[in-house]
């Protein structure tokens, strides 16, 4: 069983800035890469940046140059800063894992979400 454990959600006003957590357990063998999508009422699910195992990172082009993603490797952990937030940030932020469990067998590649986190940007 793995687990992702979210927390640093919460309200902030517009230009303010936001620091959410994320922090895998269970049976983990490896972590391929992890990230950070968000969901607004009546939108899709996006990505918002997503950082590898080696540090190669990819965001969306609505939030580069505002949000900086990384991890502690060694603790199974994501990080999203988020600074001069706009309401337009507002949103369900989720934490997204690919990662190797360990198997009897072996290990296998799995994807695993966090419960989602909520962000409110107000103007």
């Known amino acids: 069983q793995v687990q992702l454990v979210e927390s640093g959600g919460g309200l902030v006003q517009a230009g303010g800035s936001l620091r959410l957590s994320c922090a895998a357990s269970g049976r983990i063998f490896s972590i391929n890469a992890m990230g950070w999508y968000r969901q607004a009422p009546g939108k899709e699910r996006e990505l918002v940046a997503v950082?590898?195992?080696?540090?190669?990172?990819n965001s969306a082009d609505s939030v580069k140059g505002r949000f900086t993603i990384s991890r502690d490797n060694a603790k199974n952990t994501v990080y999203l800063q988020m600074n001069s937030l706009k309401p337009e940030d507002t949103a369900v932020y989720y934490c997204?894992?690919?990662?190797?469990?360990?198997?009897?067998?072996?290990?296998?590649?799995?994807?695993?979400w966090g419960q989602g986190t909520q962000v409110t940007v107000s103007s």
């Open positions: 950082i590898t195992s080696g540090g190669s990172t």
């Open positions: 997204w894992t690919d990662l190797r469990i360990r198997l009897f067998s072996g290990s296998s590649w799995e994807e695993h």
